[in-house]
């Protein structure tokens, strides 16, 4: 939303700063401090410091985009009961979380572009003290592409025994344009369709994870894409390639990717939902919308989208050959295939797959704005749910999802291919 007025703009931006500065309190009213417990987020001006009630191991940092960010990641941290003091000109509000068991990351909101200098962490461990220092978006955007940053503690305080949780840290890639593509089977004619076939998290990225069994999404999401694959290849209808055949994690932006670089005809992004109410259940297929339809549908948005802060991975800016495409016509005819298709999957696979009532869904998830490429998001039940877990992890289940998608897949096909030879005919 733009402003007219410089002085309304101010005034609107101060409001919304004092309520992201409120909310950053609520926040950090969390768990009691313990070893390592965050006690302080300290901004003054350009400087700010990062307060701690025992030592911490060593932290690391990186920007993002979209919205922009400074996250920094603390190894031996924990999440505490930090007090937020600020007047820093570049930071709209601070939030922290428990990113895994030893490492907690706190989050700055930039209210302008910046960058993270001078970054310390004192002798005795109980401090992260760094600069914030305004840049232009150039220069920002450059910062990006460097990656994460890393400070470890010093050496004397590394040296003294201490009490350590054990943790395991693998580094993961930037996002690249050179990924390697997958391999395409089924059909050998090279003018049959092609479907990609997207097996939802994966790698550090488990998705969802159902409170008593323990399963997780990224496993059931790479079964069943594995299933869909292998009843579509049995068929010889179409052609198809998964974005993962493996426990790998791939950016968002690469997911999608790979179906404009093999020029698609179909993307089907494969995912499992969850809810904190445990009696909800279903399946849900999900089209682009640049507005949410409702409550749900946003909150699905943020969680997938939240994809964009895992691992260190910069997601939040798209590449220049898709973040310059607006929802032009092209977008537009996706879009609207794809809300075909989405109605076609629930009648045909409905036979063999339990879907919710309000089954077709609208969402602004970045895994389906392929400008080009119809794209679904099937959320194919909530793995929170007992009976709707066990249904997604059983080779049972998996084969009865695959069976239901090729259906809709071959209709939605020969649908196309009679409308393309009756306009031909005409």
Aim: without cysteine; aromatic residues 6%; hydrophobic residues 40%.
């Amino acid at each position: 939303m733009k402003f007219g007025w410089t002085g309304h703009k101010a005034a609107l931006h101060k409001r919304r700063m004092l309520q992201s500065l409120a909310l950053a309190g609520m926040l950090f009213a969390g768990s009691p401090g313990q070893a390592g417990g965050i006690s302080a987020v300290d901004v003054r001006d350009d400087r700010v410091v990062v307060r701690f009630d025992d030592r911490v191991e060593g932290a690391s940092a990186f920007l993002l985009d979209g919205p922009r960010r400074i996250a920094l990641d603390i190894s031996g941290a924990q999440v505490g009961q930090a007090r937020y003091a600020g007047t820093g000109t570049a930071i709209a509000a601070v939030r922290q979380g428990q990113l895994s068991e030893g490492t907690a990351r706190v989050v700055l909101d930039l209210s302008a572009p910046a960058t993270l200098g001078d970054a310390r962490i004192a002798p005795d461990g109980r401090s992260l003290s760094f600069t914030v220092q305004g840049v232009s978006d150039g220069a920002f955007r450059n910062a990006i592409g460097k990656g994460r940053l890393r400070f470890d503690a010093p050496a004397d305080m590394a040296q003294r025994p201490q009490k350590r949780i054990h943790s395991i840290t693998v580094p993961i890639p930037a996002a690249s344009s050179s990924i390697g593509l997958p391999a395409i089977e089924g059909a050998r004619d090279g003018a049959r369709p092609l479907v990609v076939i997207d097996a939802g998290h994966g790698g550090h990225d488990p998705g969802a994870i159902n409170k008593e069994s323990g399963r997780r999404e990224k496993d059931v999401t790479l079964a069943i894409a594995q299933a869909i694959r292998d009843q579509l290849v049995r068929s010889g209808r179409v052609r198809v390639a998964l974005t993962r055949d493996d426990d790998r994690f791939l950016v968002l932006q690469e997911r999608y990717g790979i179906a404009r670089r093999l020029n698609a005809d179909l993307f089907i992004s494969v995912h499992a939902d969850s809810a904190e109410n445990a009696e909800a259940h279903g399946a849900t297929v999900y089209t682009l919308s640049e507005t949410a339809s409702d409550r749900e549908a946003a909150r699905l948005a943020a969680r997938e989208n939240k994809a964009d802060i895992l691992n260190g991975v910069n997601l939040g800016g798209q590449s220049g050959d898709v973040s310059s495409i607006l929802i032009d016509l092209t977008q537009r005819e996706s879009m609207n295939i794809s809300a075909n298709f989405a109605r076609l999957l629930q009648r045909e696979a409905s036979p063999y797959v339990p879907f919710r009532s309000a089954y077709h869904r609208f969402a602004s998830l970045m895994v389906l704005k392929a400008p080009d490429t119809p794209s679904v998001l099937f959320e194919t039940g909530y793995i929170s749910n007992g009976e709707d877990a066990a249904f997604l992890s059983s080779r049972e289940g998996q084969q009865k999802i695959a069976r239901g998608v090729a259906r809709a897949i071959e209709v939605h096909f020969a649908r196309r291919l009679a409308m393309r030879d009756g306009t031909a005919g005409g």
